[in-house]
């Protein structure tokens, strides 16, 4: 079992950044896959970043130049760096852990951003 807690959400304006956390209750970066996901009301979840255990990184073609994802194996934490942060950004955050060979995956609760001026 894997808790998954995020945090660093808030209001910012747009061109803004925020910086979001997810901190693993223990190590599991070298057989867990990790990504950010978000969804919007009335939208489906969709993927943001992912960074794998090698630590390749993958991006949504919305969030490429602006989000960058990285970890910090010795905090068990994920972040995700958000500038130049857009309206269409706004939404709920989700931490997401993936199971290399399992494919077992949990989630965080999720963190509200939300791109306003």
């Known amino acids: 079992q894997v808790q998954l807690v995020e945090s660093g959400g808030g209001s910012v304006q747009p061109g803004g950044s925020l910086r979001l956390s997810c901190a693993a209750s223990?190590?599991?970066?070298?057989?867990?896959?990790m990504g950010w996901y978000r969804q919007a009301p009335g939208n489906q979840r969709e993927l943001v970043a992912t960074?794998?255990?090698?630590?390749?990184?993958n991006y949504a073609d919305s969030v490429k130049g602006r989000f960058t994802i990285s970890r910090d194996s010795a905090k068990n934490t994920v972040y995700l760096q958000m500038n130049s942060l857009k309206p269409e950004d706004t939404a709920v955050y989700f931490c997401?852990?993936?199971?290399?060979?399992?494919?077992?995956?949990?989630w965080g609760q999720g963190t509200q951003v939300t791109v306003s001026s």
């Open positions: 223990r190590s599991i970066f070298s057989i867990y896959n």
């Open positions: 960074i794998t255990i090698s630590g390749r990184t």
């Open positions: 997401n852990a993936q199971q290399i060979m399992t494919s077992a995956y949990y």
